[in-house]
């Protein structure tokens, strides 16, 4: 099976634009999930969505927003970019159920806010 | 919310030695805990994981221990040799589905030959 992708793989933007990230899972997994990784922070939870429905939810602002389609592809968009918002944004992908599920992390989209 | 705490955050072993790696979590409902290794510039992989009904788990030389009483899992690795030199994080989920996982800060281990 094709492992997790995602496109593109290094951005820059610059403060108050926007961006728009995408993640495609390992086939017939349903649930992806996206983190966002910087020194200070490490790794942290941004939300998760299975079947189109955002079913958990992680401690970010509002700018911080995504989406699911019925291929269970996801896209995170993040507006009014901030320099603090630079950080390598993971997507993981996951069965999404049973108790038996594992999460697996794609390369990662490197972005950079000027 | 959940917080997970991860020591140390650097460690040194020489080639062959023990490394263990701690972490305590502060949710009693956490209910997965998974282990990742990520190498410089690389992504995070999954290396071994632990469910709450399980109390020890080993795959070869990497071993994962969980107290949940106490709410603390370690990361056991034998043997160690230079290519298990990098950052290890520590996690847990209380989704049923072992999603929406909630990080430690990482230990960067080293060893060296």
């Known amino acids: 099976k094709a492992g997790v992708t995602q496109t593109p793989r290094y951005l820059i933007k610059t403060r108050g634009q926007q961006v728009t990230l995408s993640c495609s899972p390992i086939s017939g997994h349903r649930s992806v999930s996206w983190y966002q990784q910087t020194p200070g922070q490490g790794l942290q939870f941004l939300f998760e969505y299975f079947s189109e429905t955002q079913r958990n939810k992680g401690n970010f602002p509002g700018r911080f927003s995504g989406r699911q389609f019925s291929n269970s592809r996801s896209e995170m968009n993040v507006s009014t970019l901030e320099l603090g918002d630079s950080a390598l944004y993971l997507c993981?992908?996951?069965?999404?159920?049973?108790?038996?599920?594992?999460?697996?992390f794609g390369p990662g989209t490197r972005l950079t806010v000027l | 919310g959940e917080n997970v705490e991860q020591h140390p955050s650097t460690l040194s072993v020489q080639e062959g030695d023990s490394a263990v790696i701690k972490c305590t979590y502060s949710?009693?409902?956490?209910?997965?805990f998974p282990w990742y290794k990520q190498e410089l510039g690389k992504r995070p992989q999954l290396i071994i994981d632990?469910?709450?009904?399980?109390g020890e788990k080993k795959d070869q030389r990497i071993a994962v221990t969980l107290n949940k009483t106490a709410k603390h899992f370690s990361l056991h690795i034998t043997e160690t040799q230079p290519e298990d030199s990098a950052v290890y994080f520590c996690a847990a989920s209380k989704d049923q589905a072992g999603t929406a996982l909630i990080f430690g800060k990482g230990t960067t281990l080293s060893v060296s030959s």
């Open positions: 632990i469910r709450s009904n399980v």
């Open positions: 993981a992908s996951s069965s999404g159920q049973g108790g038996g599920a594992k999460e697996f």
């Open positions: 949710d009693s409902a956490s209910n997965y």
